[in-house]
């Protein structure tokens, strides 16, 4: 007879709170899946270009989003859980996880717009130094790997052209045996390609690496600043939504 009473006292604004929070867990998750799948593919896809970066807020606006798509699918199980059970205890977690989550996305998204717009001066001021002081010395080989697939990827050579190498410390020191070039500048790469720097061998008239780095990381910023911040906005609406299901359920007589 509880079950029928309770089945009875149920308005029809409840069950609507009801449905909507589980279509809102449903998009939820969408949400969730999309913010870890931006993370993720950010520092897998072109994880060794991080190492050419002088700051890390890019790096951290990933793990950010990843922190939070891997809380999301924890708390959507909570949030159906609080549903279907309708136990304001339950409710009041799951809020509290969609408000730690979406301050966690929001700081995502802040992030990587406030590094969007200092980008360029940061490339500007340190890539071309990082590339020529570190490239092929004792124990850059992580900086040494980047600028290699930075030159193949990107096809360019230098920072802002080819004649940067001129002056750095690799084409300078014996190691280069030669080389005005490193050998990820020439288009087919062969060993020692690199002692012939000529339009037809190296990516001499392509322009330098920085633009290009500068439009790979700007897109991937705005990428990571719209999932936050839009799956930021959306867990609002859950907020809402969980709220106004706690207040019903603490007003009605059961």
């Not at 089945?7 to 867990?25: G, S």
């Not at 992030?111 to 570190?134: C, F, G, I, P, W």
């Not at 096809?155 to 280069?176: F, P, R």
């Not at 910023?221 to 019903?248: D, E, H, P």
Request: hydrophobic residues 45%.
């Amino acid at each position: 007879m509880s079950a029928v009473y309770k089945d009875a006292q149920e308005d029809w604004l409840t069950v609507c709170l009801k449905y909507l929070l589980f279509v809102f867990n449903f998009l939820f998750w969408v949400g969730g899946a999309a913010v870890l799948g931006v993370g993720v593919w950010t520092l897998v896809e072109k994880s060794d270009y991080l190492s050419l970066l002088a700051s890390s807020t890019f790096a951290v606006s990933a793990y950010i989003l990843i922190l939070a798509g891997s809380l999301v699918v924890v708390t959507g199980f909570l949030g159906c859980c609080a549903v279907i059970r309708e136990q304001r205890s339950c409710l009041s977690m799951y809020f509290f996880c969609l408000l730690v989550i979406f301050l966690i996305e929001l700081v995502a998204g802040v992030l990587a717009y406030v590094y969007y717009q200092r980008l360029s001066e940061e490339l500007k001021q340190h890539l071309n130094q990082t590339m020529t002081d570190n490239y092929a010395q004792p124990g850059k080989e992580a900086i040494t790997l980047a600028v290699d697939r930075l030159q193949q990827d990107f096809k360019c050579c230098g920072s802002n052209n080819s004649h940067d190498w001129m002056v750095s410390a690799y084409i300078s020191s014996k190691v280069a045996e030669g080389r005005l070039v490193p050998d990820s500048c020439c288009k087919t790469v062969t060993l020692y390609c690199g002692k012939r720097d000529h339009p037809s061998n190296i990516y001499k008239v392509e322009g330098g690496c920085i633009t290009k780095l500068e439009q790979f990381l700007a897109d991937h910023l705005l990428v990571i600043g719209a999932v936050g911040i839009g799956v930021a906005c959306l867990q609002i609406c859950g907020m809402v939504f969980t709220s106004c299901l706690y207040k019903r359920i603490k007003m009605d007589p059961y």
